[in-house]
């Protein structure tokens, strides 16, 4: 059975970082890409970064490339998000997924593809 459970949340004031953790069980991450994605109050979920398993390929929306960082632990099987000058519109519900492709176009990263979901850690970010 495949888990991901998603840790690492909390608040913080902008300019500050973050690191999220996402503890993976239930199948081998050379055979996915992981990915975080987020859902603030009101919007649609949305792409933050992606990873291949197989090469180590990063993808990051627009919005975050040069603040975020993906990561993964294969040797104990954890992706993580490094969050940096976090920002106020970075403030929504983080979830991690593992799918088996990554749809990535116009500098914004799609939910399709991803086939498995963690339960959300929260992120809020105070001006």
């Known amino acids: 059975e495949v888990q991901l459970q998603a840790s690492g949340g909390g608040l913080v004031q902008a300019g500050g970082s973050l690191r999220l953790s996402c503890a993976a069980s239930g199948f081998s991450f050379g055979d996915y890409v992981l990915g975080w994605f987020r859902q603030a109050p009101g919007k649609e979920r949305e792409g933050v970064s992606c990873i291949s398993g197989n090469d180590g390929s990063t993808y990051y929306a627009d919005s975050v490339k040069g603040r975020f960082t993906i990561s993964v632990d294969s040797t104990k099987n954890i992706l993580y998000l490094q969050m940096n000058n976090l920002k106020p519109e970075d403030t929504a519900d983080y979830y991690c997924?593992?799918?088996?492709?990554?749809?990535?176009?116009?500098?914004?990263?799609?939910?399709?593809?991803?086939?498995?979901w963690g339960e959300g850690t929260q992120v809020t970010v105070s001006s």
């Open positions: 997924a593992a799918g088996r492709e990554v749809v990535a176009l116009g500098g914004m990263i799609s939910t399709y593809g991803m086939e498995y």
